[in-house]
Nanobody
Framework: QVQLVESGGGLVEPGGSLRLSCEAS?????????IAWFRQAPGKEREGVSC????????NYVDSVKGRFTMSRDKTGPTAYLQMNSLKPEDTAIYYC??????????????????????WGQGTQVTVSS
């Protein structure tokens, strides 16, 4: 059974750091995977945060997190991480990881559309507050 499980969320003061993990299971290594992190704050739409394509490219970030967040992934499989530094109250949200498999490496990943991804985790809560 394919499964994504996010962890690492919690309560942190402004300026603090958290490292989120997206542990994948049930995915075959015969596929290639684009991976993304999204977040959704109360009363707001789901927002893409970062993504990496399935051909080994560098991570892309939305402007609001550039220079503060760093996404990484395992070399095989769709397990991924999100290092979040200099956190701000506006980063408060539920954070989700998402995966899109493909039979061949793809040079694209998207943060504009969560429906582009096929598999989702259940999310982990990040709260930034003093």
């Amino acid at each position: 059974q394919v499964q994504l499980v996010e962890s690492g969320g919690g309560l942190v003061e402004p300026g603090g750091s958290l490292r989120l993990s997206c542990e994948a299971s049930g995915f075959t290594l015969e596929y290639y995977y684009a991976i993304a992190w999204f977040r959704q704050a109360p009363g707001k739409e789901r927002e893409g945060v970062s993504c990496v394509n399935s051909s080994g490219g560098s991570a892309n970030y939305v402007d609001s997190v550039k220079g503060r967040f760093t996404m990484s992934r395992d070399k095989t499989g769709p397990t991924a991480y999100l290092q979040m530094n200099s956190l701000k109250p506006e980063d408060t949200a539920i954070y989700y990881c998402a995966v899109r498999p493909s039979l061949t490496p793809q040079s694209i990943c998207v943060t504009q559309s969560f429906t582009w991804y096929n598999f989702w985790g259940q999310g982990t809560q990040v709260t930034v507050s003093s």
